[in-house]
Structures are given as C-alpha cells and as structure tokens.
C-alpha cells in the first residue's frame, strides 16, 4: 500500500500532509517552478514512529529539467531539499520529467517496496 500522495498541479499547493512534506513541496516549488508536483508520504511503510516523516517519493515534472540527463535532474532535486537530507528525510525516491514527457506519460512510477530495515528489528546473519 502507497502512502497518501499530496499533490499539486499547476501552482495550486494545498495544505495536505505534516511540517516535512509541506517543506518538501515548498522547496521544490520555490526551486524548479514545476508544473506538476506529487509528494508522496511512504514513512508508514518504513516501520517508524506514528507521524514520523522519514521516507517519501516525489515527482516533480519542470521546464527546468529539459536538456538534462536524469543524474542532473535528480541533483537539483536535491540541492533544493539539502537541508532535509541532511536531517530528519532519510529516503527520497525521485522521479523528475519535462512537461513533454509528462505529457507523453502522465503516470507516476510506483512507490518501491521496503525491504525491512527497522531499527526496532534485530537483523540475523
């Protein structure tokens, strides 16, 4: 199961999701001026605390990636959220298009499974 997907298209930007995802999407906004953003909230999957923002997706589709190869897009993805992978986001799956390719498939890759890693779990080996 997916975690809720607070998306925005067009610069409409609701207030869904806790204080992280609404910087998330704050800071990709203000960066990359997308045409269509999803932030996607899989910390639940990821066996944290209740409410912990720890793990989520993001498809950002942007003028600003035309040209670029996916290595670089993912770069300015994450020079706008530098401050958040350095702290309390621990996993960002991206997915980062222009508006043509958005056009061309306006489907969002799906979320990748967890594959455990709990620090409540004792690991055998």
Known sequence: MRGPLLAAAGGAMG????????TI??????ALQPTHLEVRDDSPQH????????HFGVLVVSVRFAGLPPLQ??????EALRAELAGP???????????????????????PPCLGGSKREQRRG
């Open 15 to 22: 207030g869904a999701g806790g204080p992280l995802a609404r």
């Open 25 to 30: 999407r704050a800071k990709l906004t203000a």
């Open 47 to 54: 066996g944290g605390p209740p409410g912990a923002e720890t």
């Open 73 to 78: 897009r993912h770069r300015l993805v994450h």
């Open 89 to 111: 986001l621990h996993a960002l799956q991206v997915t980062a298009r222009t508006p043509e390719q958005w056009q061309s498939d306006p489907r969002a890759p799906p979320a």
